[in-house]
């Protein structure tokens, strides 16, 4: 069996050593043009080149949850593609999304502000039940946050595309269900997948929807925000604050205006980073199953887009 390894953006070296451990018997090298065919890929934004060259492919994993880079590109029908699911990312997003949410509601900020001057001055606690928390995207990621969330006592909300029953978490779905959603929010989280369904799906029309002093918590993709509705809303106070781990340009550039915002908290895109063991012990299980004809977990559906 040969692999071919292709992630940009990725120290390559330990990713051959320990998938060689992990798989051993197995032909496992980095992908350059002109490279031998193989059976499977493992791969993070790969070029349109990779898969002109590998239409053989019996499957290409995607070393992270979202798959939208994949889906720009024109892989043969025949290439099973599956993504991560978890691998250890399911409880970095929960701390993230805690933190961001926690520092809000807690007025973490203030207080480090506050000590800058040595001022000592305590600030009331808003009503936890004021506090809603809506989530948007109720797969992998989202359960594990909504979870999370509801373990600090805030009501939770979810959005999803298909109805879901999650125990603690009230749940919307659909495009019917969208603003019912919104409106029963006041924190608002994404975790949903790029689509072109999600896309711009975060505007001023509809994070208008929100709560008063609303606050945006995007660990998603930026395309699903536009940014210049966003800074509008929070210069008009109808949102007090966002936590962005994502953006429509990353990096995002250094004379961007959410850099220097104060209601604005910025992140380099790390709200849940892929790891590296976890990600190569559940590759080869999934390798397994393949090769046993059986079904795999996390398996793209590419006219869902996810
Ligand atoms: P997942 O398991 O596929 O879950 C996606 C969820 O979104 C599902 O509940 C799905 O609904 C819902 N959804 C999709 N399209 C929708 C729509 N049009 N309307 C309403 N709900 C919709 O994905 P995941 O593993 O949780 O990952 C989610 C995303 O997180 C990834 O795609 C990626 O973009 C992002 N991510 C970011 C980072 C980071 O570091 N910032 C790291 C990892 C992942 P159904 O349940 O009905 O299908
Ligand atoms: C990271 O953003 C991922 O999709 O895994």
């Known amino acids: 069996m040969r692999i071919t390894f292709c992630c940009a953006q990725t120290q390559a070296e330990p990713w051959l050593m320990d998938l060689r451990a992990a798989l051993p018997g197995v032909d496992v090298s980095l992908w350059q043009p002109g490279a031998p065919p193989a059976d499977y890929a493992i791969v993070w934004a790969p070029p349109q080149a990779f898969f002109d060259e590998q239409p053989q492919l019996k499957a290409a994993f995607n070393i992270g949850a979202g798959v939208d880079a994949l889906l720009r590109l024109n892989i043969a029908p025949t290439t099973q593609l599956v993504r991560l699911d978890d691998a250890g990312m399911a409880v970095q997003m929960a701390e993230y999304v805690c933190h961001a949410l926690i520092r809000h509601y807690r007025q973490f900020a203030d207080y480090e502000t506050q000590q800058h001057s040595s001022t000592w001055s305590q600030r009331a606690i808003p009503l936890r039940s004021q506090m809603p928390v809506g989530i948007m995207g ?102 007090a604050g966002a936590a962005l781990d994502v953006f429509r340009t990353e990096p995002l550039p250094s004379a ?16 849940a980073l892929t790891l590296r063991q976890e990600s190569i012990a559940q590759i080869a299980a999934k390798i397994a199953d393949v090769e046993a004809g059986k079904a795999v977990a996390g398996t793209v559906d590419r006219q869902r887009g996810y």
């Open 138 to 239: 109720l797969g992998v990621l989202g359960q594990r946050v909504a979870r999370a969330v509801a373990q600090f006592d805030f009501p939770v909300n979810g959005w999803s595309r298909s109805a879901k029953q999650v125990d603690g978490v009230r749940c919307f779905h659909g495009e019917q269900g969208f603003s019912d959603f919104l409106a029963a929010s006041k924190v608002l989280v994404s975790v949903l997948p790029s689509t072109p369904q999600t896309r711009d799906l975060l505007n001023r029309r509809t994070l208008s929807q929100l709560k008063k002093g609303g606050y945006l918590i995007n660990v998603a993709r930026g395309v699903q925000v536009v940014e210049d509705d966003l800074l509008l809303l929070l210069n008009e106070g109808h949102l």
């Open 256 to 271: 961007h205006p959410l850099w220097s915002h104060p209601k604005v908290t910025v992140t380099p895109h790390i709200a």
